[in-house]
């Protein structure tokens, strides 16, 4: 694993920095920094103040612009800040100037993702996807960071002890990846193996945006102990029981949460985990509801899918957490024939748009639970008779 010096540190005051560029509005980016300060919190740290700064597009050296880092200097010296956090990713150069201007730790959301990752990761197989994508996400920015070493100036003697240090750390880099791939690959084929070994049962995959009760509902559907909390990638894992409903088998999984902005080399890396989705003959997509912005998660989600090649299996959607969108949208001076009115027209808006296959559950007060598992099951039995459609398949 990394030996990282930009370790968060328990209940670290933090501050956020976001930018808004040519093709995004102020509403958008105050969204994305609500998601970072999530995270945040999940990696232990407390958002203390945001930052936000206009531009076409990002600063080739400061990535925000020498002003607004002024401005930033001046507040975090006043206050007892130690980290600055970026919602985009930033080059090696760029975290070399700003470290060096704002002299604290600077992350950028890639970098704060992996953080959570890693301390997440529990198999084998996740400590390894994790470091890998460790490796590949610091390769670009060795030179970067190692700027401050070079000499300045060019011609005879200008290949300074730097330039011989970050081309040796580029080749150390690059023989752990290579290593890590090797390692990675081994492991994938067991768990191909044992994937293989599971017979002939319909696979069904929970899939959707971190945090929307995945794990809470593979608890109720399974009848299992899977971990589950309210922060973002409570499990990187992919968790697989064997469930029966009605004298009806069937495989549930339960894998990562997909988010906004999950950097290219996570998600390669963590490819082989899903696999299960990629495998699996119907999918659960998980949608919390309440959230402001669940439209734009179900987009996020679906780009995902389309990306691992699982968008044209079929997918039942979940609306959960509807005990927290009537807490949120309903005042106690509402009348019920009002209320009833707007969750009608909620559901017929999503039948419409998921041709039927929905429904709506609250998985904490274990709401239309039984509904759902007749959902499933219906779904389940019909893939079974499309698969064996010459063989008796009993229920």
Not at 245 to 250: D, G, L, R, S, V
């Amino acid at each position: 694993m990394i030996d990282k010096q930009q370790k968060i540190k328990t209940e670290e005051r933090a501050v956020l920095v976001g930018l808004v560029q040519k093709d995004q509005t102020s509403e958008q980016v105050a969204e994305y920094l609500d998601e970072l300060a999530f995270l945040a919190e999940t990696a232990g740290a407390i958002t203390i103040e945001r930052f936000t700064q206009k531009m076409l597009r990002p600063d080739s050296k400061t990535f925000v612009g020498k002003g607004k880092l002024e401005e930033i200097k001046q507040y975090i010296d006043s206050r007892n800040i130690g980290l600055v956090i970026f919602d985009d990713e930033l080059t090696g150069s760029q975290i070399s100037n700003i470290q060096k201007e704002l002299k604290v730790v600077t992350l950028d959301r890639s970098d704060l993702i992996l953080d959570i990752f890693a301390r997440r990761a529990r198999t084998a197989q996740a400590k390894v996807q994790v470091e890998l994508a460790q490796y590949q996400y610091i390769l670009p920015r060795l030179r970067g960071m190692w700027s401050h070493l070079e000499r300045q100036g060019g011609g005879i003697g200008s290949r300074g002890p730097g330039e011989t240090e970050i081309e040796t750390d580029r080749r150390i880099v690059k023989d752990k990846i290579s290593l890590l791939r090797k390692r990675l690959a081994e492991i994938d084929k067991q768990s191909f193996t044992q994937r293989k070994d599971r017979g002939e049962f319909i696979r069904v995959a929970l899939v959707g945006y971190t945090n929307v009760g995945k794990s809470t509902l593979m608890n109720l559907l399974s009848k299992s102990e899977v971990f589950a909390e309210n922060k973002l990638f409570a499990t990187l894992d992919t968790t697989t029981r064997k469930v029966v409903f009605e004298n009806t088998p069937f495989l549930l999984s339960d894998t990562v949460g997909f988010i906004r902005k999950l950097p290219h080399h996570l998600v390669e890396s963590f490819k082989s985990t899903l696999d299960e989705v990629r495998e699996a003959d119907i999918l659960l997509h998980v949608v919390d509801i309440s959230h402001a912005q669940h439209e734009d998660q179900i987009g996020t989600v679906n780009k995902t899918l389309q990306e691992l090649k699982a968008f044209d299996k079929p997918i039942l959607t979940i609306f959960n957490k509807m005990d927290l969108y009537e807490e949120r949208n309903f005042d106690e001076w509402l009348q019920d024939e009002v209320k009833q009115e707007i969750l009608l027209d909620l559901k017929q808006k999503w039948e419409h748009i998921t041709e039927g296959n929905c429904v709506f559950v609250s998985a904490l007060e274990k709401r239309n639970i039984d509904e759902l598992r007749t959902f499933i099951l219906n779904k389940v039995r019909e893939m079974y008779k499309i698969r064996y459609p010459y063989k008796t398949v009993h229920f």
